[in-house]
């Protein structure tokens, strides 16, 4: 964060790099919504190849100190340079919860704990999953009831469910909030511990979503013996150890704003090459509004996120402006996406090529996905009560 | 999306955007300002602030190419009520600043200093023309330039009973038959016709402003069933989604200044989007606040319901929204 805003031609060129590396090592798959964890082994060698390489070159985990591979000259706004190429490469993207575990150990963790774990994040020899939410404590994080028991030698042991653990089927560590303090409640008596998913007594059971895909598990802690060193700072600690943590991914809201353009991209190639009654959908009139109206939603969401960033880096954010963000990304994902998959429904696509399948593909897919932006990370209706409660300074009921 | 929207818009992390710090001094002047003005709502006062020369050259006495602080002016005359010709009269000096030189001195000095009223429309036969009983001159854009209007006072008009706003009454006029002077191009046409829409915008942007924060302040005391109305979840929500949409319309409506103010090739698109944008959703904002007003919103002495004439107006006098989304269409490249 120290290092000065680059200049224009400075970013451009950091674009530049960016797209070349993506060209040079991107895995020779298209990444999908709703389809982001590797389906095959295969897929998942290329994956760790692909991620140990952006860390190797420094587009990813650049912010990080420098004795621990970061950049000096990193600034954020490359970060978000890096995301909206990838995004727009459809190369698969980095995982956010590595992202999470990486700086929640480098502001809290040991120096032993820091040389043990941060290499293996670098060489994607560990992706890391985050064991925050419980079948009884979803947006309302603060009702964690996974319990730890500190044993005589100092070790601990933990039981109880963790759910909606994303990558959790793949990942080879995970971060995991838990209650050692069994008087306590809410916010109170919570510890942050690295649980190797490898452990006796872990069983992660995946959970098929709504694509038909696996990306979200139930990770059972049974009896699972951990060793005192691997609690992160001390116990009591989870709960501001965790808000710090979810603090550091404001910034990959900003990126994102290119999945919103993609959607658009995929909405027009269908409406331009698919026909109604023998014309393209897009010369009537009635389809071409709705496409124009949601190509302006698109650009006014990016508006207030580029907006938002710019603010962000500038120290000067407003309060509730990420819960903004947040909710204009993730209902306009939701609205264009709807949208796309419906319109689909009303073409004809006989005669077109087969990139006007795949946009139709996609939008259907990213449809059925859209819903984990509008719940997770925080639902819309989270969104609004925070918004109404910070920013309003509504009175509570 | 389209190429040339694409090249436009593309990378905008790449564009210097500056957040002045200044603008929030601009806007807090202007809103205290106003408010000291009350319900006095005259152009020579406006123009006493040097506020009708916002985009004239200084050297034909005005402030220089400032569509940034023209357009928080704009939002702040909105969130007032203001019913003046400001807007006219601001697109009517910059286009006459680069007119040739007698139709430009003149009205000019005038406009300057407010002692001559223009209003802006749409180049037609027969156009909308805010308060023409209140004005001298209008300028009308067009797709092959800006022409102007003198004499507006003669031209048949009849009042638009579509439009609803009684504070600055919207009237057909027949441009037909009139004489009229070209004092624009094609591309200067372009470039101050989508000014004015990001300028009317702004000033419906102010007035949702105005109406959302009233409502806010009257929800957080009035009581029912022992709790105060905005301590209801279900109200919180939607007073939610329309701080969402305020700031949303902020940021384009300011975008498009910026872009207009660096003369950027994106501009004329993003202004699009911003006029398109407000004009889609401001009227039912302020409809919404009506409702969650209770009965009082619905009275004739509370002022809601000139808010809501206001922003519904604004929404066609300068194009439609439908207009703006096939517009942004066409720009697209679709």
């Not at chain 1, 962000?312 to 209902?331: H, N, P, T, W």
């Not at chain 1, 264009?336 to 006007?356: E, H, I, K, N």
């Not at chain 2, 990001?198 to 409502?215: C, I, K, M, Q, Y």
């Not at chain 2, 939607?238 to 660096?262: D, G």
Request: net charge negative; glycine share 8%; proline share 4%.
């Amino acid at each position: 964060m120290s290092a000065p805003r680059p200049t224009n031609a400075q970013l451009a060129e950091f674009r530049e790099r960016i797209r070349a590396h993506i060209a040079e090592h991107a895995p020779p798959f298209e990444a999908r919504e709703g389809h982001r964890a590797p389906e095959t082994p295969e897929q998942e060698a290329a994956l760790r190849t692909w991620f140990a390489s952006l860390f190797a070159a420094g587009f990813v985990g650049a912010d990080w100190p420098v004795e621990y591979g970061g950049r000096a000259d990193h600034h954020p706004l490359h970060d978000r340079i890096v995301s909206e190429e990838i995004l727009r490469a459809r190369a698969p993207r980095p995982v956010d919860q590595v992202n999470l575990a990486a700086h929640v150990l480098l502001h809290f963790g040991s120096e032993e704990q820091k040389s043990r774990l941060l290499p293996k994040i670098r060489s994607s020899e560990h992706v890391w999953c985050q064991l925050l939410s419980e079948p009884d404590a979803g947006s309302d994080i603060a009702a964690v009831r996974c319990r730890g028991t500190r044993q005589d030698d100092g070790s601990w042991v933990l039981d109880g469910q963790k759910t909606w653990i994303t990558d959790g089927h793949w990942a080879d560590m995970g971060l995991a909030l838990i209650r050692t303090d069994p008087t306590s409640s809410r916010h109170k008596g919570l510890s942050v511990f690295v649980v190797p998913l490898d452990s006796p007594g872990v069983e992660v059971r995946p959970i098929r979503t709504v694509n038909d895909a696996i990306e979200v598990n139930e990770v059972w802690l049974d009896g699972v013996r951990i060793p005192a060193d691997n609690i992160i700072g001390e116990p009591g600690q989870g709960w501001s150890i965790i808000m710090t943590g979810l603090d550091f991914e404001r910034f990959g809201i900003g990126g994102n704003v290119i999945l919103l353009e993609l959607l658009i991209d995929d909405l027009v190639t269908v409406a331009r090459h698919g026909t109604i009654d023998g014309v393209p959908a897009l010369e009537h009139a009635d389809i071409r509004q709705t496409v124009a109206e949601l190509a302006v939603e698109v650009e006014v969401a990016k508006a207030f996120i580029d907006d938002h960033v710019e603010r962000m880096v500038a120290g000067d954010e407003q309060v509730g402006d990420g819960s903004i963000a947040k909710l204009s990304f993730a209902e306009t994902y939701h609205r264009v996406s709807a949208y796309g998959a419906q319109l689909s429904t009303m073409v004809c696509t006989v005669t077109a090529d087969p990139g006007v399948a795949l946009a139709k593909q996609r939008l259907k897919e990213c449809w059925l996905w859209s819903r984990a932006y509008t719940v997770s990370g925080g639902s819309s209706e989270m969104m609004r009560n925070i918004l109404a409660k910070r920013r309003l300074l509504l009175p509570t009921s | 999306m389209g190429a040339e929207v694409e090249a436009a818009l593309d990378d905008s992390v790449d564009i210097d955007v500056e957040i002045d710090v200044d603008i929030d001094l601009v806007r807090d002047a202007a809103r205290e300002f106003l408010a000291g003005c009350g319900s006095r709502d005259s152009l020579k006062d406006l123009a006493a602030m040097d506020w009708t020369g916002l985009l004239v050259d200084e050297s034909l006495g005005g402030s220089g190419w400032r569509p940034v602080e023209t357009t928080v002016i704009a939002e702040e005359l909105g969130r007032a009520g203001n019913v003046s010709q400001w807007l006219g009269s601001v697109t009517a000096a910059a286009a006459l600043s680069a007119a040739p030189g007698a139709v430009r001195d003149r009205w000019l000095p005038g406009l300057l200093d407010g002692t001559v009223a223009a209003a802006c429309a749409l180049a037609a036969d027969v156009t909308r023309v805010a308060r023409p009983d209140a004005a001298d001159l209008v300028v009308a854009f067009g797709d092959n330039g800006i022409r102007l209007y003198e004499g507006v006072a003669s031209l048949p008009r009849e009042p638009d009973d579509e439009l609803l706003d009684v504070e600055r009454p919207v009237w057909r006029v027949t441009l037909t038959g009139a004489d009229g002077v070209d004092v624009g191009d094609q591309e200067q046409a372009r470039r101050l016709l989508a000014l004015a829409r990001v300028l009317l915008s702004a000033e419906s942007l102010g007035t949702v402003s105005a109406t959302f924060e009233r409502l806010v302040g009257y929800l957080k005391e009035r009581i029912a069933f022992g709790a105060p109305i905005a301590s209801f979840q279900a109200v919180q929500h939607r007073l939610v989604e329309l701080l969402v949409f305020e700031a949303k319309a902020r940021a384009v409506v300011m975008k498009a200044a910026r872009a207009l103010a660096a003369g950027d090739e994106s501009a004329p698109a993003v202004a699009t989007v911003a006029h398109a944008f407000v004009a889609t959703h401001a009227t039912a904002a302020v409809d919404e606040c009506m409702q969650l007003s209770g009965g009082i919103g619905f009275t004739w002495e509370y002022p809601l319901h000139h808010e809501l004439r206001r922003v519904f107006t604004n929404a066609s006098l300068l194009g439609t929204a439908r207009a703006a989304r096939a517009q942004y269409a066409d720009g697209a490249g679709w």
